[in-house]
C-alpha cells in the first residue's frame, strides 16, 4: 500500500504512474483527492471545536470559582461535544474510505521498469546457455511423462478434477528431489534460513501481501467454523507475514529466508490457458526466496536475489533468459520484476519459471513491518523481496523435455543424480 501523504502531494506522479501501467487513473483513485479534503476539513473543524471547548471550559471553572452562573457555557460546551463528536465521526468514516481506495492503487514502479502495453514489451535482459539439439523431434512433457509412466493426469482428475496432477514412481522422486537440490543449495551456499511455515493463512497474511482484497477470486478459501483460512498461492505470503507488527533490529538486515510450500491457485480468468500437462495447475509446489532488507539495500538485493534463482538452472544445466517486466505486465505489488524463463524443446518456446520482485516498502506498510536503524533512530519501513527458487513442477517440465533421449528415456542432470540415485528415468507403469 502507498503512504497516504505520499499520494496526495504527488498527484500527477501517482497518475503518470497508473497510466504507464495501462490503468485509468480516475477509476482507480475514484473520488482519492476530494475525500482527503473533506477528510482533512472534518479533522480541522474537530480540533477548532475543541480548542473552543477548552476555552469554555477554564471559563466556566472560572465562573464556578467566582460563584457566578455557568449555565449557558455549560450548554454550549455541551453542544460543542456533540459538534466535535460529529467531525470526528466523518473524519473516520473519510479515512476508511481512503484506506479502501489506497487498498487498490498499485505500487509506482520504479523509472528502470520498461513502459509497454503488453506482455509483448517485456525486455529481455540476458540469456544463458543454449537449447539442446535433437536428432529427432523433441516431444512435450506431457507425452513423455505418460509414456514413461511417471505423470498421470487422467487419475488425478478422476480424484481431484482438472489442473491436478499425479506423480507416480521416479516422476514423484524427481520432484522431492528438486526440492531438496534448490533448498540445500540456497541454504548452503547463498546464505538463506529455511523456513517450514503453515500451507493456510488467515485474512490478515493475505492482506499483508496484497492478495487480499485484489485477488480473492484467485485464491482457495476454507472455512472452518466461524474462522476463514485461504491455502497459500505462494510461500510469500506466510514467510513475509512472520514479521508482520514487529519492528527488526537495523543491524540484523538483511534477513534471507528460503521456504518450501505447496501452492494453491484457482487460475481465475486463466480458464482456456495451458490446458495439456502441469504447466497452470491448481496445486504445484514451490521453493521460494524472501528477503527484508533497509530501503537502501532492496535494490542490490534484487539483483542477488535473482543470481540465487538463476544459479538453480545453470546448476541444471537448463537454457533460459531473463526478462524485465514492461509496466503493463507488472504485478499490483511489485516496483520491478524480473522473469526467468527457461527453454521447453518440447514446446519451442521459453516458459517463465521464476518472478524475482522488488517491493519496496508496498507489503511492508500493509504488513507494518518496521525495522529500527542502528544508533536508536525513528522506526523505518523495511523493503520486502521475493522470487521463486525456482517453480518445482516447471522445472520438473523442463528436465524431461531438455534431457529426452531418442530412446523415450530422460537422462537425470549430474548435479540432482546423487538426490535421485539413478542417471535416468526409464518406461515403468503403475
Excluded at 506423480?167 to 531438496?180: F, V
Excluded at 501481501?209 to 474462522?227: I, M, N, R, Y
Excluded at 480458464?271 to 496445486?283: L, N, P
Excluded at 523493503?383 to 522445472?395: C, Q
Aim: glycine share 6%; net charge neutral; hydrophobic share 35%.
Amino acid at each position: 500500500m502507498l503512504d497516504l501523504a505520499f499520494v496526495r502531494d504527488h498527484q500527477d506522479l501517482v497518475r503518470e504512474k497508473l497510466r504507464q501501467r495501462g490503468m485509468n487513473p480516475d477509476l482507480v483513485l475514484g473520488d482519492f483527492y476530494t475525500i482527503d479534503l473533506d477528510r482533512r476539513a472534518a479533522i480541522t473543524r474537530a480540533e477548532t471545536l475543541k480548542a473552543q471547548r477548552n476555552q469554555a471550559t477554564e471559563e466556566i471553572a472560572q465562573l464556578k470559582k467566582n460563584k457566578q452562573d455557568a449555565a449557558e457555557l455549560i450548554n454550549q460546551t455541551k453542544e460543542l461535544r456533540e459538534r466535535i463528536t460529529e467531525a470526528e465521526k466523518l473524519a473516520e468514516e473519510a479515512d476508511a474510505r481512503l484506506r479502501n481506495l489506497l487498498t487498490g492503487i498499485p505500487n509506482l514502479q520504479d523509472d528502470s521498469v520498461p513502459v509497454g502495453k503488453s506482455e509483448a514489451d517485456n525486455a529481455e535482459v540476458r540469456r544463458w546457455g543454449a537449447a539442446p539439439q535433437f536428432d529427432f523431434t523433441p516431444k512435450p512433457h506431457w507425452e513423455l511423462g505418460e509414456e514413461l509412466g511417471v505423470l498421470d493426469l487422467e487419475r488425478a482428475a478422476k480424484i481431484a478434477g482438472a489442473r491436478f496432477a499425479v506423480y507416480w514412481g521416479l516422476g514423484a522422486h524427481l520432484e522431492r528431489a528438486l526440492m531438496n537440490f534448490m533448498l540445500d543449495l540456497h541454504t548452503r551456499e547463498h546464505g538463506y534460513t529455511e523456513v517450514l511455515p503453515p500451507f493456510m493463512v488467515n485474512a490478515d497474511s493475505m492482506y499483508g501481501t496484497g492478495q487480499l482484497p485484489k485477488f480473492e477470486a484467485d485464491s482457495f478459501k476454507v472455512q472452518h467454523g466461524e474462522k476463514n483460512f485461504y491455502l497459500v498461492p505462494t510461500a510469500e505470503v506466510p514467510v513475509t507475514n512472520l514479521y508482520r507488527d514487529e519492528t527488526l533490529d537495523g543491524a540484523k538486515l538483511p534477513i534471507s529466508l528460503t521456504a518450501y510450500t505447496p501452492c494453491f491457485r484457482s487460475e481465475a480468468g486463466s480458464y482456456g490457458k495451458d490446458v495439456r500437462g502441469i504447466i497452470r495447475q491448481h496445486q504445484f509446489q514451490k521453493v521460494e526466496l524472501v528477503k527484508f532488507t533497509k530501503p537502501e539495500q532492496s535494490w542490490e538485493a534484487h539483483e542477488k536475489l535473482t543470481r540465487n534463482a538463476e544459479q538453480v538452472l545453470q546448476r541444471l544445466g537448463l537454457h533460459y533468459r531473463v526478462v524485465a517486466l514492461c509496466t503493463a505486465d507488472l504485478g499490483f505489488a511489485s516496483a520491478k520484476t524480473y522473469d526467468l524463463e527457461v527453454w521447453l524443446p518440447g514446446q519451442g518456446l521459453f516458459r517463465e519459471i521464476s518472478s524475482c520482485s522488488n517491493f519496496t516498502d508496498f507489503q511492508a506498510r500493509r504488513a507494518n513491518i518496521r525495522y529500527r536503524p542502528e544508533g536508536g533512530r525513528k522506526t523505518e519501513l523495511v523493503h520486502t523481496l521475493n522470487g521463486s527458487g525456482l517453480a518445482i513442477g516447471r522445472t520438473w517440465v523442463a528436465i524431461v523435455e531438455n534431457y529426452q533421449q531418442a530412446d523415450g528415456t530422460v537422462l537425470i542432470p549430474e548435479s540432482l543424480r546423487p538426490y535421485v540415485g539413478t542417471d535416468r528415468i526409464t518406461p515403468r507403469k503403475f
